[in-house]
């Protein structure tokens, strides 16, 4: 159920330095070149690079929910290590969803992590859950699944460009 904050994560090891795999992480507009759904991204505020509190605007399309713009915050920022953002802070304050990825050493090089959280807060999922309350458990199944298959597409991609790159 939404409110239960579904969160899909995935893991790969990747045979390059942390530093590597970093510069890729923390280039937001590299995630557009790898997502299906993001479309563009924007720093906002005169930010050119990623620090906590700092904002971006990214322009997305699903074919279910349309096109949309959100706003994100970046929470979390450790260079070679977590880099994290919330989306879409309401007017309540709560994110419609948070993402991150992290990253740690491992015997190959560096073990990296994204995860995607649904919620607290509202998101264009909600309407569809406010419209068919009976079938949140599959609305919600389905949305998170297509996270799962977008993470670990993200980290293939992610592999591949810092191990072409060594």
């Known amino acids: 159920m939404y409110a239960d904050l579904p969160t899909a994560r ?3 090891e990747i045979s390059a330095t942390p530093e590597a795999v970093w510069a890729l992480v923390s280039d937001i507009h590299l995630m557009v ?3 299906e759904e993001l479309l563009e991204v924007t720093w ?3 930010a050119g690079e990623p620090g906590v509190g700092k904002r971006f605007r990214g322009r997305s399309f699903h074919e279910a929910l349309g096109e949309w713009e959100s706003t994100s915050r970046v929470i979390e920022f450790e260079p070679n290590s977590a880099f994290t953002w919330e989306v879409n802070a309401g007017q309540d304050e709560r994110p419609s969803s948070v993402w991150g990825f992290s990253l740690g050493s491992c015997p190959v090089g560096t073990e990296l992590s994204q995860w995607g959280q649904m919620g607290p807060g509202r998101s264009g999922l909600n309407h569809a ?5 009976h079938k949140e458990g599959k609305i919600v199944a389905n949305r998170l699944g297509e996270f799962q298959a977008g993470l670990e597409s993200n980290l293939r991609l ?3 460009l810092a191990e072409g790159a060594r």
């Open 10 to 12: 995935a893991t790969v």
């Open 33 to 35: 070149k790898l997502s």
């Open 44 to 46: 906002l505020d005169d």
């Open 129 to 133: 859950i406010d419209r068919l309350p």
């Open 158 to 160: 992610i592999k591949e």
